[in-house]
């Protein structure tokens, strides 16, 4: 990122959610907003999640299931819906928008069955 140590302020959970109900995550944004003034906020997170692929299975994941049902219930409440997702990529250096050209049908295809 280009930044220096303490520059910028980072908080992690299991697949990046931010949650309203979540008051650690909800607390961490407050205090960076509020207090720290921080101007710009990044929630992201990384191919190939173990845990929303965990998510998206039907085993009882103990402790796991609590936090993992709002991803499994949004797959759930969406899928017939007929809603096309794209994955695109905007170029900040070339104000271009790139396709990566990810094939959500067949990967839907795979993970339909919960």
């Known amino acids: 990122m280009g930044m220096e140590p303490g520059e910028v302020f980072v908080h992690g959970n299991l697949a990046n959610m931010l949650i309203g109900t979540d008051l650690n995550a909800m607390a961490v944004v407050e205090y960076a907003i509020e207090h720290l003034k921080v101007s710009h906020v990044l929630v992201f997170g990384h191919y190939s999640c173990g845990v929303v692929k965990a998510a998206m299975k039907s085993a009882d994941l103990g402790i796991l299931n609590p936090w993992l049902i709002g991803i499994a219930a949004v797959q759930r409440e969406n899928r017939k819906r007929g ?4 994955g695109w990529v905007f170029d ?6 790139i396709d990566l050209k990810i094939d959500f049908e067949g990967i839907l295809h795979i993970i339909m069955v919960i």
């Open 83 to 86: 809603l096309k997702v794209y």
């Open 92 to 97: 900040i250096h070339t104000g271009k928008l």
